[in-house]
């Protein structure tokens, strides 16, 4: 059973302040990894993928891998009250009929306020 | 360009009837996927289709849930006897072939099932 896990929270930071959201993953079979973002009542919505170990930066946002401890997480700096969200953490194994399937944390839930 | 589209955007039923989810991916798209999300809860695999190739129907609860996927294109999702347990919104994404990004998944607006 692969699983995902992340602190449901929920994560709670002031404005302009930096939000730090973790993931772990069960299996280390795992190539790529993404992070979405989903407002209440809304779809999710992709922001962030990372496949190698390392830092990635989009803007504000820069995603951390590191495959051997099996951890990936989602670093926002400069938060706003609209980054308010639930974020997903959600890992692809590269894995015969289980190739493109997405396994999903439950999310945290983050609220910056102003 | 369009996006996923989904449809109906919400389904009450009563519980024991059958119901029909229809999901419309992103031109050019070839795979297409089928998840659901419970209150408060991650989103759950369902079904997952990719070009031509047999669907992993994995994720899949109970045979009263199929799916199908007709020229490549639109997929509907049926499930059969509804049951409250049922009630969720129920996500596609659809993403490019292989080769180019595909594991990059992008959603539709989803259906609210809510079954009485």
């Known amino acids: 059973q692969k699983e995902v896990e992340q602190n449901s929270g929920p994560l709670s930071v002031p404005e302009g302040a930096i939000a730090s959201l973790n993931c772990t993953y069960s299996?280390?079979?795992?190539?790529?990894f993404f992070w979405y973002r989903q407002y209440s009542g809304k779809s999710p919505e992709l922001i962030m993928f990372?496949?190698?170990?390392g830092d990635k930066e989009d803007g504000r946002f820069t995603a951390q891998l590191n495959k051997a401890s099996q951890y990936v997480s989602l670093l926002i700096r400069d938060s706003q009250p609209s980054d308010s969200a639930t974020y997903l953490c959600?890992?692809?194994?590269?894995?015969?009929?289980?190739?493109?399937?997405?396994?999903f944390g439950r999310g945290t839930q983050l609220t910056v306020w102003p | 360009g369009a996006g996923v589209s989904q449809s109906p955007s919400n389904k009450v039923t009563e519980k024991g009837k059958d119901v029909e989810l229809r999901c419309d991916p992103i031109?050019?798209?070839?795979?297409l996927y089928w998840y659901r999300q419970s209150l408060g809860q991650g989103l759950e695999f369902l079904i997952y289709?990719?070009?031509?190739?047999?669907?992993?129907k994995s994720g899949l609860p109970s045979d009263r849930f199929s799916a199908e996927r007709t020229g490549g294109s639109v997929s509907t999702l049926t499930i059969q006897r509804t049951q409250q347990e049922d009630s969720a919104v129920y996500l596609c994404?659809?993403?490019?072939?292989?080769?180019?990004?595909?594991?990059?998944?992008?959603f539709g607006p989803g259906t609210r099932l809510t079954v009485t």
């Open positions: 031109s050019g798209h070839t795979a």
């Open positions: 994404a659809s993403s490019l072939p292989p080769g180019y990004r595909s594991y990059e998944q992008y």
């Open positions: 299996d280390r079979g795992s190539q790529s």
């Open positions: 990372i496949y190698s170990n």
């Open positions: 959600a890992v692809n194994s590269d894995r015969g009929s289980t190739l493109g399937r997405l396994y």
């Open positions: 289709f990719q070009g031509n190739s047999a669907p992993d």
